[in-house]
């Protein structure tokens, strides 16, 4: 079945770097998501990876991507306040007839400390 | 911004009720996808509609239905609304993989 999980809540200093973590369990997943959301609002895509590779990099963002141990992790350095959201790790198993549907994780808050 | 709308923004409906959500995708997009987000979960896949087809449908009752239009917006309909409806309903569109979300729409059963 699918399944993504995520640690709940992270909680960094102003400056420093971000680290979250997300398992999946479906090996055929092809896409892996990373998106933000901040209170009252909809989802932002904030990158993306191809299950063939094994790191993306995207400004201040990092995605590393261990397709064996199913393991996902998204880094965002000097983390700012304007960082402090809810952030989702949702992946896109294949299903072969074209529809595309995404599994989220619970999500990971994200509280910066000024 | 994504191009993706939706309205209403809010809504309180009562229970029985019947409520319909609309979306509008992002130009060019001719997939919608619909997910229901309960508070502190992560988004619930309800179904996708490709070029007014229904492509995929999740865990959902027959309750949840939807629409696609030649201009590729769409409808959720939720008849008979139960108080564990209420939630924050999330539209998104894509041309393929990459689905672009808009603000969603917050349903509050009572």
């Known amino acids: 079945g699918e399944d993504v999980e995520q640690s709940l809540f992270l909680s960094v200093r102003e400056g420093d770097s971000s680290v979250i973590n997300c398992t999946y369990t479906?090996?055929?997943?092809?896409?892996l998501y990373w998106y933000k959301q901040e209170p009252g609002a909809g989802l932002q895509l904030l990158t993306y990876?191809?299950?063939?590779?094994d790191m993306k990099q995207d400004q201040r963002l990092t995605v590393l991507l261990n397709k064996k141990d199913k393991h996902l992790s998204l880094r965002i350095a000097d983390t700012q306040t304007g960082d402090s959201a809810i952030y989702f790790c949702?992946?896109?198993?294949?299903?072969?007839?074209?529809?595309?549907?995404?599994?989220f994780g619970k999500g990971t808050k994200l509280s910066v400390i000024p | 911004e994504t191009g993706v709308t939706q309205s209403p923004t809010h809504l309180i409906k009562t229970r029985g009720q019947q409520v319909t959500l609309r979306c509008s995708s992002q130009?060019?997009?001719?997939?919608v996808s619909w997910y229901q987000q309960a508070l502190g979960q992560g988004p619930q896949f309800i179904f996708q509609?490709?070029?007014?087809?229904?492509?995929g449908r999740g865990n959902f009752p027959p309750r949840f239905s939807g629409l696609q239009f030649p201009n590729y917006s769409s409808e959720l309909n939720v008849n008979a609304l139960e108080l564990d409806d209420s939630a924050l309903y999330l539209c998104?569109?894509?041309?393929?993989?990459?689905?672009?979300f808009g603000p969603g729409t917050r349903l509050l059963v009572l």
């Open positions: 998104a569109s894509s041309l393929k993989e990459t689905q672009y």
């Open positions: 479906d090996s055929s997943s092809t896409y």
């Open positions: 990876i191809f299950s063939n590779m």
């Open positions: 949702a992946e896109v198993p294949y299903s072969g007839a074209g529809s595309y549907q995404l599994t």
């Open positions: 130009s060019g997009h001719n997939t």
């Open positions: 509609y490709y070029r007014e087809e229904e492509n």
